[in-house]
């Protein structure tokens, strides 16, 4: 059922809407798990909040770099 | 897709951040507002033309045997030889981005030297400078001490010049690229590529032979793992100045896009829900664009740090030494 879904969309859609969508979900489940460890670790030690924020803010900016790269490709395949 | 009378929103986004022969500021009515810009084109057959692109009238026009190409031909929106319908063998036309990259450098230039000059005026004793000043210090002295000098203990002084550089120009391009009528210039690939070229030869260049042997000899590795070791090594030569580039390419990018595609809900919903639901969609649309610019400026600022503080961990990694 869910297979006949998916082969309609990219059948109608195209295959780069779905993979900007997969996109998303990868992008968004890295960067929470980022965010939930930098929360953790912060609620821990309080006196290491801004050695913490600043690693959250360069990972964060690494992970979205490899989604963009799917956007990218997914752009292109469009 | 455009449906009748409505805002074509894809060829909207792709003209404000893409490249173009005159700067296109808006459209009062029937008649644009842009300022033409000079063309400069050299053809083998008809040798040196340089005119201004007001002659091509939009694209509607020839002029010397030069045209723009139409939409759907290989070269949409370029300049090419009406004879031949190829393009030109050098085209050093002042484009739009060409445009704003020399804006952007004059800026840069103003910027940095007039803050040094600051500094020859005075001198060890005077107090801490502030306004403008005390910015660029706050900002130069956190990226040399934080990101540069802790990346590349050694050799400092040779590779300050051109991180700080980078750090500053992808900075100051980003937020000109936020202003609405500017140039998109750091979301143009071709402008990312060359500086991640420039990181890529800098690193190149300058390896030691400690760095170079734990690409593709790595002493560290047992025997039958170094050949392997070695292809990857030599892949991710080239993966690390490509992920670089596009990395700051596609954020910009995408950040135009997204705060472009949030300004046109206000026009799409004048046609399909007119009277209250467009104004409702407005004031929605404005507060969300108002929010992506703040967004817009922080990725700015972080874009610009990211690609010096991995440049400069990829050039302390290359100035690596043997463990004694």
Known sequence: ???????????????????????????????????????????????SISKVQTAMIIIGALVEGVSLFAVVVCLLAS | MKEAGQLDVTAMIFDHVGDSYYWHLTDIGETSVSAPLPVLVYSEHTGWHAFSSSHF??????????????????????IIEVATG????FDASITK?????LIASVLLCLMVIGAARWYRKKDVTAPVPKGFVGTMEMMVSYIYND?????????????????????????????????????????????????????????????TKAYWQEVFWNKELPAWLRPLMAVIEFISLFTKPFSLTIRLFANILAGHCALLGVISVVFLTAVSM???????????????????????????????FVFTMLSSIYIGLSQAHHHE
């Open chain 2, 57 to 78: 009238h939009h694209g509607h026009e020839a002029y010397e045997g030069l045209a723009i190409a139409p939409e759907g031909s290989a070269y949409a929106g370029k």
């Open chain 2, 274 to 304: 007119p009277g209250g639901g467009n104004y409702g969609m407005s004031v929605v649309s404005v507060l969300l664009a108002i929010f992506l610019d703040m967004l817009e400026v922080l990725v700015a600022f972080i874009q610009a």
């Open chain 2, 147 to 207: 990101v540069i000098k802790a990346n590349v203990p050694e050799h400092t002084a040779r590779y300050t010049p051109y991180l700080l550089t980078v750090f500053f120009f992808i900075f100051l391009t980003n937020l000109l690229g936020l202003i609405p009528g500017s140039a998109n210039i750091t979301g143009n690939i071709a402008v990312t590529v060359t500086l991640a070229l420039f990181t890529f030869v800098i690193t190149n260049i300058f390896g």
């Open chain 1, 1 to 47: 059922m869910l297979g006949m879904i998916l082969l309609e969309i990219l059948s109608t859609k195209g295959a780069a809407a779905l993979g900007a969508g997969l996109v998303a979900v990868g992008a968004g489940m890295g960067l929470g798990k980022i965010g939930s460890a930098a929360m953790d670790s912060m609620a821990r030690q309080p006196e």
């Open chain 2, 97 to 101: 981005n060409v445009a704003g990259l």
């Open chain 2, 86 to 89: 190829e393009r030109p063998l």
